[in-house]
Each structure stands twice: as structure tokens, then as C-alpha cells.
């Protein structure tokens, strides 16, 4: 059974930091291209940042310099450290997970960050 469990949302203030974890199981996770997607109240689902299989990291203009994602395939883990948070990056967080191969993907169940004062 495939799961992608997400954990270390809540709510901080804004310039502060968060670091969310994605917990995958039931496929081969280094196999598979990993990513981080947000989606906020009312808007489209947007992607964030994406940890390649090569190593590889991309990031979304609208977080690069304040977000971090690295993955740790020993424990089948993706993260994204996210710094200097802004009200803006108040949403919903998906980890995603596709197959090197381009024929298999996975969502989480979304975890929520709030940013606010």
C-alpha cells in the first residue's frame, strides 16, 4: 500500500521557520522524483520545489533562497525547511512523488502551515 505522510505543519510567525517532513512507504522511494506543492484558500495548487532522483533540486521562484527541500533515502523521507515564512505562504502542503520512469505518481493527504502575526 502506498502512503506519502506529511507532518510538521502549524502555524508561526512571519521571518519564522518550519520544517516539514514527508514519510513515504509502499514503493521504491529513490526511484521516484519528489516534490513539495501549496495550495492556499481559493487558489490553484501550485508546485514549490522538486528533489530529482539524480539529485538534483528546482524551486519555485516565489520561495527560492527561503526554502530548502533535501530527501533522505535511507529513511524514505522528503523535507522542505522553510525560512523567513511569509503571511504568503499561508496553504495547504502536498508532497508529491513520481517515478523516475514517468508512469506512476502519488500524492499526501496535505499538511497546513499558517502564517501569521
Known amino acids: 500500500q502506498v502512503q506519502l505522510v506529511e507532518s510538521g505543519g502549524g502555524w508561526v510567525q512571519p521571518g519564522g521557520s518550519l520544517r516539514l517532513s514527508c514519510a513515504a512507504s509502499?514503493?521504491?522511494?529513490?526511484?521516484?522524483?519528489m516534490s513539495w506543492y501549496r495550495q492556499a484558500p481559493e487558489k490553484q495548487r501550485e508546485w514549490v520545489a522538486t528533489s530529482t532522483t539524480g539529485g538534483r533540486t528546482n524551486y519555485a521562484d516565489s520561495v527560492k533562497g527561503r526554502f530548502t527541500i533535501s530527501r533522505d533515502n535511507a529513511k524514505n523521507t522528503v523535507y522542505l525547511q522553510m525560512n523567513s515564512l511569509k503571511p504568503e505562504d499561508t496553504a495547504v502542503y502536498y508532497c508529491?512523488?513520481?517515478?523516475?520512469?514517468?508512469?506512476?505518481?502519488?500524492w499526501g493527504q496535505g499538511t497546513q502551515v499558517t502564517v501569521s502575526s
Open positions: 508529491r512523488g513520481v517515478s523516475s520512469t514517468w508512469t506512476s505518481a502519488y
Open positions: 509502499g514503493f521504491t522511494f529513490s526511484s521516484y522524483h
